[in-house]
């Protein structure tokens, strides 16, 4: 899933305080699955900040609604029947989320509530980690269904660097040495030798390198 | 020959190459490259030049080298993926060429975490077994990765690092193997002192071959106080330092320890000297080359060879 | 000038925090009218937004009292809900109201004294603090002048 994580309190009232009127909206998605913006966080943000702001002596009119998505138009175009009465809104899915609003309410300042993070997995309850940087050529196949550029700190694909320490990166020993990784699950399945297969340069071009990407199915669109 | 390097020249004739390294400055100061450069005419064959060390600026490897070659010595080009995509390296090679340098070191870098600048963005464009591959590929086929032809293209002389004391160290030599693979002609290797690992690693070396394959220099770094040596065995990854050196330095009096620093060094030489498929030392006295000529001579290392 | 009287909310476990407060009261032991008592199955049944809206609505101080450490009747209940009461601390600290107003305390069935002396210092501890400050603007919205 993405992952987020909400922002500091302080720079979400920074936001809106100008604001009188406001429409939190969380994501029923990824970021409920993190505990970042689903319907409890929403409920939970919208009640610190409505205590936020009375400590100041005033009280802001917070509408909360947590859409099934923020990232399809169709879902977005529910929040049409309650524009009227906002002045803002303050969006607590991860950023495509949050643009996915400001394009469809043009006229409507839309603020993010979340640090939208990175694509991960849940390691246990409570803990998500990085797995993924969307590369657009996947090359899990060839390193024992571990990934080397979301997971080496420095993107090797021909690890692991003279820094690996008792399987721990060399920036901290909170950080798995994923080309420790590789190499025990590559022992694992039998697959040793292809260790000494050197991986070519990798094109960037289909990752974020080449460009801001699109995908189309002429299948699917008009 | 492949290319012009006298390093080249050393170890094709069977002498023991002696190499030592120039951390250049942090500033645009030309005549302290020149001063720590001077301290090792006549004493190695060539020095090599760090490139953003620990992640900290300092002036390029590139531009020191120049004033290195100017001086009428032999600059080793050390050169990151870090800080730079493939474009920039190919051209940073073509300069360098272009003012008479033909020995680089591939290097991946360490990360920025740990310098000065840990905001910048981590280059990796490629990784340093791929930095080798270009390199070879510009020399052997004279084209440039992406497919173009080169115009007189550069001949270096191709060095990478290697860590017998990294983990894992079952996976050591074939990492040896992949950088040969890949156009390696030689490596130094990180500073030694646990000289029981290394001949290990070494052993495993010589079972396949590489070191007919790959020249390589042992990294030796004399330690100057006691302090230094817990310092490398605690903080600095991918180091092994075993007790009785750290042992050695404490049990020596503070006024004495830079003498026994020297003295583990020069003891470690010879014992090296003697391992097969050694074929030279890489010296990095970091903050204090003005030691390297002591421990050469020392060494039985001096005069180094001529008329090669 | 009145006294500012407190109001905190207690969320009590029904195995064991609620069981306590019943011992004090029929061992007659005193403890404050300040402390409002709001029964659940299990500690653990109380989410972030009641401690949340406790607040919101006018609470000065909150506290959860759940079972002893390893002896919750449904197995952890009362951990995960310290973990929940640790996180809203930092929240209402984020919000200039103060984490210092809600605690989690732990007590077994028994232990009516423990109960009463609870209830007792957190009603000291809140009024020290003072009121909640979201109260002037309740009182402002209710159009009465701030106490």
Redesign the interface.
């Known amino acids: 899933m993405i992952t987020a994580e909400r922002k500091p309190l302080e720079e979400i009232v920074a936001s809106v305080k100008p604001f009188q009127r406001i429409l939190l909206v969380g994501c029923n998605e990824c970021v409920t699955v993190c505990a970042a913006g689903g319907r409890k966080e929403v409920g939970l943000l919208a009640s610190a900040l409505q205590m936020h702001f009375m400590t100041e002596g005033k009280t802001i009119d917070i509408k909360e609604i947590t859409l099934e998505r923020q990232c399809d138009p169709e879902y977005v175009e529910e929040l049409n029947v309650h524009m009227d009465q906002a002045d803002a809104v303050l969006s607590m899915a991860c950023g495509c989320g949050v643009q996915e609003i400001a394009r469809r309410y043009r006229e409507k300042p839309v603020f993010p509530a979340v640090n939208t993070k990175f694509m991960g997995a849940s390691e246990r309850q409570g803990v998500w980690a990085e797995r993924c940087q969307g590369c657009g050529d996947c090359l899990l196949g060839l390193t024992g269904g571990i990934c080397p550029i979301a997971r080496c700190s420095k993107r090797l694909l021909n690890g692991p660097c003279g820094g690996s320490t008792t399987g721990k990166c060399e920036i901290s020993p909170e950080v798995d040495c994923v080309w420790q990784l590789i190499w025990d699950r590559l022992k694992a399945l039998g697959m040793q030798d292809r260790y000494e297969d050197i991986m070519p340069a990798k094109n960037w071009q289909t990752g974020r390198g080449g460009g801001p990407r699109k995908i189309i199915r002429e299948d699917l669109a008009e | 020959m492949k290319t012009e390097s006298r390093l080249e020249k050393v170890l094709a004739s069977g002498n023991l190459a002696v190499t030592s390294e120039c951390g250049p400055p942090r500033g645009a100061l030309p005549d302290k490259v020149r001063e720590k450069a001077e301290m090792l005419r006549g004493y190695v064959d060539a020095i090599n030049v760090t490139d953003n060390q620990t992640a900290m600026v300092r002036m390029s490897s590139f531009a020191a080298c120049v004033i290195i070659k100017q001086m009428g010595l032999d600059p080793i080009l050390q050169m990151v993926?870090?800080d730079r995509n493939?474009l920039a390296m190919q051209a940073d090679i073509l300069g360098a060429y272009a003012h008479g340098i033909d020995t680089m070191l591939c290097l991946?870098?360490?990360?920025p975490?740990?310098g000065d600048h840990p905001q910048a963005m981590?280059v990796?464009?490629?990784?340093?077994?791929?930095f080798v591959?270009?390199v070879h590929q510009m020399r052997e086929e004279g084209k440039f990765?992406g497919g173009g032809d080169i115009l007189n293209p550069p001949k270096m002389f191709i060095g990478a690092?290697?860590?017998p004391f990294?983990?894992?160290f079952e996976?050591r030599v074939?990492?040896l193997?992949?950088k040969a693979?890949?156009g390696t002609d030689f490596v130094q290797t990180?500073c030694i002192y646990n000289l029981d690992k290394f001949e290990l690693w070494m052993k495993g070396v010589r079972d396949r071959g590489l070191h007919e394959k790959v020249h390589i220099l042992a990294g030796i770094t004399p330690m100057k106080t006691a302090g230094m040596a817990r310092y490398m065995k605690n903080k600095v990854?991918?180091m092994d330092v075993p007790d009785e050196v750290v042992d050695r330095m404490a049990g020596v009096p503070k006024e004495k320890m830079a003498e026994e620093g020297i003295k583990i060094c020069v003891e470690s030489i010879q014992r090296l000297k003697e391992v097969k498929g050694v074929s030279g030392f890489h010296i990095m006295a970091i903050e204090w080359e003005q030691k390297v000529p002591e421990i050469v001579e020392k060494a039985g290392l001096y005069p180094r060879p001529e008329n090669l | 000038m009145e006294q500012f009287e407190p109001v905190v909310v207690a969320f009590c476990c029904h195995y064991c925090a609620y069981t306590a407060a019943d011992m004090a009261g029929s061992k007659r032991l005193a403890y404050p009218a300040n402390v409002n008592i709001v029964r659940v199955p299990c500690s653990g049944k109380v989410d972030a937004i009641h401690l949340m809206k406790a607040f919101e609505k006018g609470a000065d101080g909150v506290y959860v009292a759940g079972c002893l450490e390893g002896d919750c009747h449904f197995k952890n209940g009362n951990t995960q809900v310290a973990r929940r009461v640790a996180y809203v601390k930092r929240l209402l600290d984020e919000i200039g109201i103060g984490g210092e107003r809600l605690e989690m305390f732990y007590m077994s069935a028994g232990m009516g004294e423990r109960f009463a002396r609870i209830a007792t210092e957190m009603t000291e501890k809140i009024r020290d603090l003072g009121p909640n400050p979201v109260k002037s603007a309740l009182n402002k919205k209710k159009g009465k002048a701030v106490a």
């Not at chain 2, 991946?108 to 990360?111: L, Q, W």
């Not at chain 2, 990796?124 to 077994?129: P, T």
Request: aromatic share 6%; no cysteine.
């Open positions: 993926t870090r493939r991946s870098g360490d990360h975490y740990f981590n990796h464009d490629i990784d340093s077994i791929q591959q270009m990765m690092a290697a860590n990294a983990d894992p996976l074939a990492r193997a992949k693979k890949a990180q990854p991918g």
